[in-house]
């Protein structure tokens, strides 16, 4: 699976450089200026708001079916940062998924942006992040 890093390193499809202007664009300009490229991206100085992150959701659905599968969860975290991106993507289906069809709706996106909101704020309060590969 591949870090933002890595992603950023090859040329991007439409749909990424969609979510690298989401993620990078701060003022919200359509325009990625110089300052806005050298924000730090790391997750935990990530200020994304719900809308931003339900967006990023909505923007994983890769075979455009209106609903999140596992692995679309599982690239959406990735590309937000979190680490064991696979292992949230599980639980938050787990917790989110209340018709249990494993498939996340958009009714059930709200939840799901609980979780990553819940996760991202224990990654806060880490001192010192652990990387583990
Ligand atoms: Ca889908
Ligand atoms: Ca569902």
Redesign the pocket.
């Known amino acids: 699976m591949e870090s933002l890093q890595e992603i950023l390193q090859r040329p991007l499809s439409e749909k990424e450089a969609d979510c690298v202007l989401k993620l990078r664009d701060t003022n919200k300009d359509g325009v990625l200026e110089k300052k806005e490229l050298m924000n730090d991206l790391r997750p935990s100085k990530l200020q994304l708001t719900r809308e931003q992150i339900k967006e990023i959701f909505l923007e994983h659905?890769?075979?455009g079916?209106g609903?999140?599968?596992v692995s679309?969860l599982s690239k959406a975290f990735n590309f937000m940062g979190s680490s064991l991106s696979f292992h949230k993507a599980r639980h938050g289906m787990a917790l989110a998924d209340c018709d249990g069809d494993g498939l996340i709706s958009e009714e059930e996106l709200d939840k799901l942006v609980d979780y990553f909101e819940k996760t991202n704020k224990k990654c806060l309060k880490r001192v010192v992040p652990t990387r583990s590969v």
């Open positions: 659905d890769i075979d079916d609903c999140l599968s679309e």
